[in-house]
């Protein structure tokens, strides 16, 4: 696992992706990892997609479980 204090900005992702997570108060694994899709799915920016694409992004960075837990 990495360090969660890494920029989204400096991951190899999608432009679009970063920007959304941005436009929703996200910039690190750390803020992704404490924030609660309860939450995120009330603001303007949110969708399904960009969550998909999120859920990918956890998986790959061995980071989907512990945000799973954290959702409960």
């Known amino acids: 696992m990495e360090s969660l ?3 989204l900005a400096e991951l190899t992702l999608n ?3 970063v920007e959304q997570s ?5 910039v690190t694994l ?3 990892l404490e924030s609660r899709i309860e939450t995120l ?6 969708s399904y997609t960009w969550y998909a694409d999120l859920l990918a992004l956890l998986k790959e960075h ?3 479980s ?3 837990k ?3």
């Open 22 to 26: 941005q436009l929703l108060g996200l």
């Open 66 to 68: 512990e945000f799973q």
């Open 41 to 46: 799915s009330k603001k303007k920016d949110f």
């Open 15 to 17: 432009k679009l992706f």
């Open 5 to 7: 204090n890494i920029s």
């Open 30 to 32: 750390s803020d992704v």
């Open 62 to 64: 061995g980071l989907l």
């Open 70 to 72: 954290r959702q409960l």
